[in-house]
């Protein structure tokens, strides 16, 4: 049961351009959402988050939407650049911290960004 | 900084083997550590949550006598794969947490386990 779901597995997007990444989830109790960006050989690493009680994050070029109502989160990206290329993972949590709260992950999307 | 090592970065092994694989915080104390592993083309899995000097909690489905979890120090923890078999070949990441806060989880670069 996937209950953090990422249904590109791949997005190409031309430099300059708008990258759009998207995310839905199914378990409701889910409040703190958090992307991830993973290069080959490395782990990933903390891109930006957003509470349940926002519905935009904004951190220089990369936003975070979330929709609750129809728990579904977007992660955009402009302009991009070929430096963005990674595969970015959307992960959920119920609570954005403490000492049990758990990361699910969805599969990633892999972004390549076009010179 | 808030650099996650983990070593080996690749290991091959017979089936029926035992095979350590550790993580470690290089410039912090963490005093969370969790073990995924990730299937192809699936997502991070969560096998286990460990804090420093107790026991692990393992997620459902998660077998603890093959998958031992040691948490020694703050800025180790070790997985053992017991008894490997071809079906746990699969690419097994740690992370480490500063604090309490999410944002302050690091992942290691992964290993990748091929049993034979």
């Known amino acids: 049961d996937q209950q953090v779901k990422q249904n590109s597995p791949s997005l190409s997007v031309q430099e300059g351009r708008i990258s759009i990444l998207n995310c839905d989830y199914t378990n409701s109790m889910f409040d703190y959402f958090l992307w991830y960006k993973k290069y080959p050989a490395e782990g990933p690493t903390f891109l930006i988050s957003i509470s349940s009680i926002k519905d935009k994050n904004e951190d220089g070029r990369f936003t975070v939407f979330l929709n609750k109502s129809a728990k579904h989160l977007s992660l955009h990206i402009v302009p991009s650049q070929p430096g963005d290329s990674a595969v970015y993972f959307c992960a959920a949590s119920a609570g954005s911290g403490g000492s049990n709260y758990k990361l699910t992950f969805g599969k990633g999307t892999l972004l390549t960004v076009n010179p | 900084g808030a650099v996650v090592s983990q070593h080996p970065s690749w290991v091959i092994c017979k089936s029926g083997t035992s095979v350590k694989i550790e993580c470690r915080s290089l410039d912090f104390q963490a005093t969370t550590m969790f073990w995924y592993r990730q299937f192809p083309k699936q997502s991070l899995m969560l096998m286990a949550t460990?804090?420093?000097?107790?026991?692990?909690?393992?997620e459902q489905g998660v077998e603890k006598d093959k998958f031992l979890i040691n948490h020694a120090s703050l800025t180790l923890s070790t997985l053992t794969v017991t008894s490997a078999h071809p079906e746990d070949s699969s690419f097994y990441i740690c992370s480490a947490r500063e604090g309490f806060s999410q944002e302050t989880q690091y992942f290691g670069p992964g290993t990748r386990l091929l049993v034979l």
């Open positions: 460990s804090n420093e000097g107790s026991k692990a909690t393992y």
